[in-house]
């Protein structure tokens, strides 16, 4: 009777909880958004150039230096070719897009994240319209969020200013880069009730 009324005891008695590892959580998480946002980008991209297969802006000079305008002689290879007709859309601003732009809505989930701490704690300036943060804090957290996201649109630019792709290859790219980092975003960090 005695060894029952231990164990009962033991039952009833509330049992510390273990920590959850919540680092290694996140950071397991943030890796396979990453990956999840940079695979999405590169696979639609890659199946779209198959598709479209719209000449680069540099075509000839790709297909062969010697092939210039109707010359009927002209035989060029064919691996040249095809990857002359990769233009549509721009992997690199896809996979820029894809994986800056997920740097930016991490660091725009940190930024509201303060909000609602702030919010909480009544911490500095928390108006009903949200959080505006002055100073030095509000420059940091705005270089946060628009740093990424002016290197992904230097990637692009590069590439028109290069000759490897038009303005609407690197649009189309970038598209489809925000909407990758969006969906992969949104998966692996969904928005808490």
Not at 57 to 66: A, E
Not at 76 to 94: L, V
Not at 149 to 177: E, K, Q, Y
Request: aromatic letters at 8%.
């Amino acid at each position: 009777a005695a060894l029952l009324d231990g164990v009962a005891a033991l039952r009833a008695a509330p049992r510390p909880l273990r920590p959850r590892p919540a680092a290694p959580v996140a950071g397991h998480r943030g890796v396979c958004a990453v990956l999840t946002a940079f695979g999405t980008a590169d696979w639609t991209t890659n199946l779209a150039k198959r598709a479209i297969g719209r000449p680069r802006p540099n075509f000839w000079g790709l297909v062969s230096p010697s092939c210039r305008g109707d010359n009927a002689a002209c035989d060029p290879d064919p691996a040249s070719e095809m990857e002359a007709r990769m233009s549509m859309p721009s992997n690199h601003a896809s996979v820029a897009y894809a994986g800056l732009g997920l740097m930016a809505f991490y660091g725009l989930r940190r930024a509201r994240d303060f909000e609602t701490v702030a919010r909480e704690l009544k911490i500095g300036s928390v108006r009903s319209a949200g959080y505006r943060p002055r100073g030095l804090r509000g420059a940091l957290e705005l270089m946060e969020i628009t740093a990424p996201l002016s290197v992904a649109l230097w990637i692009s630019l590069t590439r028109i200013n290069d000759c490897w792709h038009h303005p609407s290859d690197v649009f189309v790219g970038a598209m489809i880069g925000i909407l990758s980092a969006i969906g992969s975003y949104m998966f692996w960090f969904p928005p808490s009730k």
